[in-house]
């Protein structure tokens, strides 16, 4: 693994799943210096119920980007059609082109199982690049990696065909006016479309601070049943008084499809979160803390 800082690539299906899933460590990497960047694959151009997909298109590559100024970080948004997405090989191109590009030391992504179809795409096209990148004749036009970079799962509660590894476990309460900012960019998604879809359209304050706080209580809601499912990870690395209470928590499964993943390189790619050891050397529990965001 490189000696110099590392270096964040998260490939979300769409415009604010990085954030969603993964807006905490990303912050904690931004915190430490380090360089980030999210890309959607597709352009979210279905995400709205009013809207038509050309105006949502361009409306949610501005929000993307406004999330990502949040951070400091970059946000890409490829032109891919909301829910058309497919884990061809022009994709794969693709996405090896951008891992070999940023060169990231992490790449976060969906699990290849999810309700999602674009999830389920982004996750398999991203296990299909990985051991790519290091081959030279495959895109022969741009250098290949010496080595793959890790990669990680962001958190779901899905249990079939298998339920995730909590492999990392960070507590993100202390990151969540961080998270919910960058949300609150994503203004046709979470104060339009997703109460749309939860029949709740209703409730959205119009006053702007209002609004603020209409939104952590949502981001609360969805946070809950994450918190819960995790739980006893949650008390295995933070204790069983503290590990209760916790309810903002994002959960990270190695990918035993790229490179792995020690101890100390957990420590660097996961500051400050509670890590499993490596799964062939030992079963445990996330005990360990992985390194300190301070």
Not at 79 to 104: H, N, Q, S, Y
Not at 184 to 199: D, H, K, M
Request: net charge negative.
């Amino acid at each position: 693994m490189p000696a110099g800082l590392p270096r964040l690539l998260i490939l979300g299906a769409h415009p604010d799943d990085a954030e969603f899933h993964a807006g905490g460590l990303a912050s904690v990497h931004r915190e430490l210096g380090h360089v980030v960047k999210m890309v959607s694959l597709t352009n979210g151009a279905a995400g709205h119920h009013e809207r038509p997909p050309d105006e949502v298109a361009e409306m949610r590559r501005r929000e993307a980007a406004a999330a990502g100024r949040v951070l400091g970080a970059i946000y890409e948004v490829w032109d891919i059609p909301d829910g058309e997405l497919m884990p061809t090989l022009d994709l794969r191109r693709r996405v090896v082109r951008e891992i070999r590009t940023f060169a990231p030391d992490l790449v976060l992504t969906h699990r290849p199982c999810d309700y999602h179809p674009d999830h389920r795409a982004a996750g398999q096209v991203v296990q299909d690049a990985t051991y790519l990148v290091t081959v030279p004749n495959f895109l022969p036009q741009i250098p290949a990696l010496f080595r793959e970079p890790v990669v990680a799962y962001m958190p779901d509660l899905f249990r079939r065909p298998s339920p995730m590894i909590a492999d990392v476990v960070l507590d993100v309460t202390k990151r969540v006016d961080t998270i919910v900012a960058m949300l609150a960019c994503q203004r046709s998604q979470v104060f339009e479309w997703l109460p749309y879809q939860e029949g709740i359209l209703d409730t959205i304050p119009d006053d702007e601070a209002a609004k603020l706080v209409w939104l952590r209580q949502w981001y609360r809601k969805h946070m809950l049943p994450r918190a819960e499912h995790f739980r006893q990870d949650l008390i295995a690395a933070y204790g069983q008084q503290q590990g209760q209470r916790i309810e903002w928590v994002e959960v990270y499964e190695i990918s035993d499809y790229a490179a792995s993943a020690d101890d100390a390189a957990r420590s660097r790619l996961f500051p400050g979160a509670h890590c499993r050891p490596p799964r062939q050397t030992a079963a445990a529990t996330p005990s360990q803390e992985c390194g300190s965001s301070s």
